[in-house]
């Protein structure tokens, strides 16, 4: 909401602009007849500086205001007037709050540098996803190898949810145990470095996430920004990672 300090105001028409610093993307939108302003479509992350401007009054910019995935970032705006500039302007910031403050539900965001110091088997969704104290991870048919599926509270992983970028990837028919488009050939959706953002939802209470008598597993990929990054890793295995066989109990180490 955008008002005016002194009065209180609403401002209907104000001009705000979202800039993505680390990218430098800008998002802009006016405030409606509903004296609120919307912008949709965000990256998450940050840190994002939010500059307001309205005919009469000086321009106000709030900077380091981070958004979550799947959340609604409130940010109040109060623009003092062109006659009541002075030497001296003191802003105070408050701490930024949702939308839906009374939301209830369960459910875990797991961030890209989490992802990365996190251990990881397979390098699958599955094992990042089981960091929500109510997911675990299912072994197909017995097996001792391949794509693990996610078991939320206790029910099969085709009932979960699985979306990339708001698009629904889970397994069509069914076939494979992780419960992701080619699990049946051990294949990973995605790779971890990719994702910026995952959410394990169980429970969210939110008419926009359906689909799962499971969990919701919702993960968005990365973008650029204007700073060359990289990453890489390797898989070892050796003698010394692996113990000495029954039928060697008696014999003793070398």
Do not use: C, W
């Amino acid at each position: 909401m955008v008002s005016d300090r002194r009065t209180g105001e609403a401002l209907y028409g104000a001009t705000v602009v979202a800039e993505h610093l680390p990218s430098g993307s800008r998002y802009g939108t006016t405030t409606q007849k509903t004296v609120v302003y919307s912008l949709r479509g965000l990256r998450v992350g940050g840190p994002y500086r939010i500059r307001v401007s309205y005919v009469g009054y000086l321009p106000d910019t709030i900077s380091g205001v981070f958004i979550e995935l799947g959340q609604q970032t409130q940010v109040d705006v109060k623009l003092n007037s062109a006659e009541m500039q002075k030497r001296e302007v003191v802003v105070t910031g408050t701490g930024d709050r949702t939308f839906s403050a009374a939301k209830t539900g369960s459910g875990t965001t797991i961030s890209a540098d989490e992802i990365a110091s996190l251990p990881a088997i397979n390098r699958s969704l599955s094992d990042i996803a089981r960091v929500n104290p109510y997911a675990t991870q299912t072994t197909a048919f017995g097996a001792d190898d391949g794509l693990q599926g996610i078991s939320v509270l206790g029910t099969n992983s085709r009932y979960n949810n699985i979306q990339i970028d708001g698009a629904i990837a889970n397994d069509i028919f069914g076939l494979g145990q992780a419960g992701t488009a080619g699990s049946q050939a051990n294949a990973n959706l995605l790779s971890l470095d990719a994702i910026e953002e995952l959410q394990v939802n169980i429970s969210p209470y939110d008419v926009r996430q359906s689909g799962f008598t499971g969990g919701l597993v919702n993960a968005i990929t990365r973008s650029g920004t204007n700073t060359l990054k990289g990453s890489v890793f390797l898989y070892g295995r050796n003698q010394d990672l692996v113990g000495r066989s029954p039928d060697a109990l008696r014999q003793p180490y070398a």
